[in-house]
């Protein structure tokens, strides 16, 4: 253990600690911060850094692995009766250690700030940690061999460009690599974080059969065998895909707010209860025009989720993006006016809807949205056809500049009709 | 401990630069003189193991350098320093040697015992938390003794130790050899008056063979009065140079 420590006080990159613990709390912290009080966002948030600081965190594990080469002590190594393996292993190990740090105090930064509310799902938070750490572990692993093979300075360019290579690549490969949210009804997969972490192992034993810098390799095409291994087993680990589709709970697993629509969420996303209670309030306030459905859950809490939505079999679902309500407003204004107007309804005739009566209609959806959310400005930009936006413009003034009961008139009045015109049975 | 060179062949890519040496090595102090290119280096760049012979044996009491796992077996007896040693200049001096100590295989009880001792044999205790890169030259090149000697390997071999010393210091270095009574000391060097402060023995190569190999006073026998130099030692090297390479 001491000689641990004297390698990671001497280490090269110990220095870059106090940087890579700055850049990685301003990424968690800057970024967004709706993952506070979700445990597998909080998770997920805090490994973000792990890909955006794997540039740095490469290009400096191969600065440290040159370091031998640039200060001309391979001839003193050379003479070392400890293996090479143990030589390189504990300044491996040094390097991954120090270059770790940063994730894992952002990690328990993350931790303690969602930890003030403890909420359901802490495994779930420790899922995404190790899911960053392994990939903290992959981009040291990659500069270590390029710093291996091309020195200090020209390979801990090519280190950090090799990392936004495998960004790159694996985002054209499989696109799921890099994992930036930990929305509830998903779930890093045990399976992939074992395999993960078996690749590192074998790489790491592959890193530590490269031959000695400026040495001749101890058996015919050491250094070959052991960069292919390296690079296969890096390949496997990064095309594995990150995350599953978590099972539906029953029961303790969801929160239900019940009104006119039950709504139902994640027993993790506890923290939005207080708003899927008001949202429940004013869905309970509509005009009686309107006819919610009796329940939209939140995607994921319904078998029948994730089924193709455009078969049209999908259940009312509804997801919170991003901790924006404009998200779940705007999907359940969507569930509200497709059980209102019961636009896949054989008995009604919204075949013929004429281009008016449909802005109408989204007129009264953008009302509806901004009614649920309690804002009428949206967090999101459309490139929507421009009569459609002008449409969802003028519902929104409604909600702006008239008073509830006007607006309640207005909406009723405005449903009452364009129903009338085309699904007078209902 | 002795170490045997026998029919040894040595070099790089098609030059010859060891030309079947025999000799063997005992405890003391040995110079290797020999003009640039002798293959002083050489020499002790397989003595260290990092050379495998091209052809011949080496073998420390009777263990036979064959390849990298008979190599390391002896690697705790041999402490080697190169000309250029390297170093990271925020290391504390105390940690270099720490580290030399590991490499060289040294268990951890032995470890600080053995650095606290080198460190004091160089004198460099009082500077054992200075980092390497704020010492003088004469004290690094002591912190580098240190790195050969940690654990006092029963093989020393240190090349060019007295380069860029200034005289004071080179008197430090020729007390801290004459405290390395028991090891085998092989230490190459240009300066005669090392040789005759604290040599046993002098071998003096030239083109990869061993002019001479004798004591000290017997190669000072050697020398002529019409040959260049100060002292009969430096005659007596310059004897032993061809004909060619005696004239300045």
Not at chain 1, 278 to 290: E, Q
Not at chain 2, 5 to 15: F, K, P, R
Request: charged residues 20%.
């Amino acid at each position: 253990m001491r000689i641990f420590w004297l390698h990671v006080r001497n280490s090269p990159v110990r220095w870059t600690v106090p940087v890579l613990v700055a850049l990685d709390l301003a990424i968690l912290f800057l970024r967004t911060q709706y993952w506070v009080g979700v445990w597998p966002e909080t998770g997920a948030a805090a490994q973000v850094p792990a890909y955006l600081l794997g540039v740095l965190v490469a290009g400096a594990a191969a600065w440290a692995a040159a370091a031998p080469v640039r200060r001309g002590m391979q001839e003193q190594l050379s003479v070392a009766k400890v293996h090479p393996a143990g030589v390189d292993g504990y300044r491996l190990a040094a390097t991954t250690a120090i270059l770790t740090v940063p994730y894992l105090i952002g990690q328990m930064v993350a931790f303690a700030v969602t930890a003030r509310t403890f909420p359901p799902g802490v495994l779930l938070w420790f899922a995404y940690a190790l899911l960053g750490l392994s990939v903290t572990f992959l981009s040291v692993s990659l500069g270590w061999l390029l710093g291996r093979f091309f020195g200090g300075g020209f390979g801990a360019m090519t280190a950090a460009l090799g990392w936004l290579f495998v960004l790159a690549l694996t985002n054209f490969l499989t696109g799921d690599f890099v994992v930036v949210t930990g929305r509830p009804y998903l779930a890093v997969d045990a399976f992939t974080l074992a395999v993960r972490f078996g690749c590192l192992v074998l790489m790491a034993v592959a890193l530590l059969w490269l031959p000695e810098s400026g040495r001749r390799s101890r058996w015919p095409g050491q250094g070959l065998v052991s960069v292919a291994s390296a690079a296969a087993l890096m390949m496997l680990a990064v095309v594995t895909p990150p995350v599953t589709n978590r099972p539906v709970p029953e029961g303790e697993g969801r929160i239900c707010i019940s009104g006119r629509t039950t709504l139902c969420i994640w027993q993790e996303q506890e923290k939005y209860r207080p708003l899927m209670a008001t949202l429940s309030g004013r869905i309970d306030g509509l005009p009686t025009a309107f006819t919610p459905p009796p329940e939209v859950r939140e995607f994921g809490l319904d078998a029948r989720h994730g089924l193709d939505e455009r078969l049209g079999v999908s259940p009312p679902h509804f997801y919170i993006l991003e901790g924006s309500p404009w998200s779940y407003g705007g999907m359940i204004s969507t569930e509200i006016m497709s059980s209102t107007f019961a636009w896949r309804d054989p008995a009604c005739d919204w075949g013929r809807m004429s281009d008016a009566d449909q802005l109408r209609s989204d007129a009264v959806l953008a009302w509806l949205e901004a009614y649920l959310v309690g804002d009428v400005t949206p967090d999101y930009s459309t490139d929507a056809p421009s009569a459609m936006q002008q449409a969802w413009a003028s519902g929104r003034r409604v909600a702006a500049e008239r008073p509830l009961p006007e607006q309640f008139d207005w909406a009723a009045g405005e449903v009452i009709s364009i129903r009338g015109e085309y699904c007078a049975k209902r | 401990m002795n170490v045997v060179l026998d029919d040894l062949l040595q070099g790089y890519a098609g030059n010859t630069v060891i030309n079947r040496l025999s000799l063997t090595l005992r405890p003391g102090v040995t110079a290797l003189l020999g003009p640039n290119g002798a293959g002083k280096t050489t020499l002790l760049r397989t003595l260290a193991t990092t050379l495998p012979p091209r052809a011949g044996t080496v073998s420390f009491d009777g263990v036979v350098l064959e390849d990298e796992r008979s190599a390391r077996r002896v690697r705790n007896d041999v402490g080697y320093l190169p000309q250029e040693f390297g170093f990271d200049p925020r290391m504390s001096v105390a940690d270099f040697v720490t580290y030399a100590a590991w490499l060289r295989g040294l268990d951890a009880p032995d470890r600080d015992r053995s650095v606290s001792e080198a460190l004091e044999l160089v004198d460099l205790v009082d500077r054992r938390r200075m980092r390497m890169g704020k010492l003088s030259g004469g004290m690094r090149r002591r912190a580098g003794i240190a790195w050969a000697i940690v654990g006092r390997p029963r093989l020393v071999l240190l090349d060019e130790p007295t380069v860029g010393l200034d005289p004071r210091q080179r008197l430090q270095f020729r007390r801290i050899i004459g405290g390395l009574d028991g090891s085998i000391v092989l230490l190459s060097t240009h300066l005669i008056d090392d040789v005759a402060a604290i040599c046993d023995r002098v071998i003096v190569l030239h083109g990869g063979v061993a002019k001479f190999d004798g004591p000290v006073a017997e190669l000072e026998s050697l020398g002529r009065e019409d040959l260049p130099g100060h002292s009969a030692l430096e005659r007596a090297y310059m004897h032993l140079l061809p004909a060619e390479e005696q004239q300045l």
